[in-house]
């Protein structure tokens, strides 16, 4: 799996490049680093146990400037993690730097929220956005009030097979619609036609 975070900031961040290469090599194994006007991007492909939240908030109260982090999900080709960055890189362009420190897809998708689009599915739900069974499964749940029995018996299937497909929903969207928060926003992007 390919991953990838971006690091941003109004000053030139080549004057903290190394500092933050530095700090973020002590827990990321990175395959590659790019270094393009203000932001630092670098790539890899395991997963972390850290808060990325935590350590840009501490790095910017350390060095006393302001950086904003963004965090990919997993994408299972390099070609679909490109994709996923240039329409992210697109979307952090139109968020106020100050509004967050810290981005995730969950937020990126609750700041659009009004005006999501094709796009979004596309690149939020990545292989599940035409796959009619998922979205009917997804969909169903949540208007089942998250309930796994009731949706269930209304998908004909058994309560274990539906706690499976979430499961793999999950598992490529990083998106729990169990929780409340992402299924709230998962129901909206079902929404679009």
Do not use: P
Not at 6 to 24: G, M, Q, R, V
Not at 155 to 173: A, E, G, M, P, S
């Amino acid at each position: 799996m390919y991953r990838y975070i971006c690091i941003e900031s109004k000053e030139d961040i080549k004057l903290y490049e190394a500092t933050i290469i530095s700090l973020f090599s002590e827990f990321i194994n990175f395959t590659d680093i790019k270094v393009i006007n203000h932001h630092i991007w670098m790539y890899y492909q395991h997963d972390i146990d850290v808060s990325l939240k935590d350590v840009i908030l501490n790095l910017s109260q350390d060095t006393l400037v302001d950086f904003r982090l963004y965090q990919s999900y997993k994408y299972e080709t390099k070609k679909s993690l490109e994709d996923h960055k240039k329409f992210m890189s697109q979307k952090l362009a139109e968020i106020s730097f100050n509004a967050y420190a810290f981005i995730d897809d969950q937020i990126i998708v609750k700041h659009f929220i009004n005006s999501l689009d094709q796009s979004f599915k596309y690149y939020i739900l990545k292989k599940y956005s035409q796959n009619q069974m998922m979205i009917e499964t997804v969909k169903i749940y949540l208007e089942s009030n998250q309930n796994m029995s009731l949706a269930a018996k209304s998908l004909y299937v058994h309560r274990n097979t539906l706690i499976q497909r979430l499961d793999k929903f999950h598992q490529v969207t990083g998106f729990d619609v169990k929780s409340f928060t992402d299924g709230f926003l998962i129901y909206h992007l079902l929404l679009i036609k």
